[in-house]
């Protein structure tokens, strides 16, 4: 439903790190939810001009902002898998690399 979940990391996820898909955990870390099918959300011309705070993005430094959102760094699409049932997110909830 074009829903986002917003996720701190120590590090940098690529796309072949969450090939196995993700888990979605509760604060006492019992499992709610995994996402599959998981696909990098290549950036664009609008994006990188949110992500710079500005309504217009000069060709180079576009250039710039696209290569380095590339790869996942502006994040990832993915699917619910499972019975289809739904899911609710809160803040506090876990999500871990299956």
């Known amino acids: 439903a074009g829903e986002n ?12 790190d969450l090939a ?3 888990i979605l955990l509760d604060r006492t870390k ?4 995994r996402l599959d099918r998981i696909e990098v959300a290549r950036p ?3 994006f990188c001009g949110f992500a710079l705070e500005h ?15 590339d790869g ?5 699409y993915c699917s619910l898998g499972g019975d289809g049932r739904p899911v609710t997110v809160q803040c506090g909830d876990l ?3 299956a």
């Open 95 to 97: 999500v871990a690399v």
């Open 5 to 16: 979940i917003l996720v701190t990391a120590d590090r940098v996820y690529t796309l072949e």
């Open 55 to 69: 309504q217009t993005v000069q060709p180079d430094v576009l250039q710039e902002s696209l290569t380095f959102l």
């Open 30 to 33: 019992r499992e709610k939810g």
């Open 72 to 76: 996942g760094t502006r994040g990832f």
């Open 44 to 46: 664009c011309r609008p």
């Open 20 to 22: 196995g898909g993700l």
